[in-house]
């Protein structure tokens, strides 16, 4: 048996301004929608990950989701346009990744990260 896919779920009365963060915004596709779910994913293949963490590094809270893009300062131009606050960076870790934390429409910290 293998994993294929891990999804997130987060509830939500407000499907819409979820779709306008993650997929006006981050640019996701919108693999499903039925109304009461929408699915925001890429229709490319995405590597299969879960991570725990007892913080998120350099002193940060766990964030509840970590998205990796090909241009995270891009990326951060798009959310400040948006209007969402950043709340962390950006910051280039010395683990190797340059990132920033973001919260979506719906409370979820959201660490949007590239790999230097």
Same mark, same amino acid.
């Given at each position: 048996m293998k994993v294929r896919?891990? %999804?997130a779920n987060i509830a939500t009365s407000d499907i819409a301004a979820a779709k306008r963060f993650y997929q006006d915004v981050l640019g996701l596709d919108l693999l499903m929608d039925l109304g009461w779910i929408a #699915?925001? =994913?890429s229709a490319e293949t995405m590597t299969v990950q879960v991570s725990f963490m007892t913080e998120g590094g350099s =002193? #940060?809270?766990v964030p509840d989701l970590s998205i990796e893009v090909?241009? %995270?300062d891009? @990326?951060?131009q798009g959310m400040k346009q @948006? =209007?969402?606050a950043i709340e962390y960076g950006p910051a280039d870790e010395p683990w190797g990744v340059r990132r920033f934390y973001v919260r979506d429409p719906l409370g979820r910290l959201v660490n949007i990260l590239s790999h230097r």
């Open positions: 896919r891990i %999804v #699915t925001c =994913g =002193g #940060t809270p090909d241009d %995270v891009a @990326a951060l @948006a =209007g969402f």
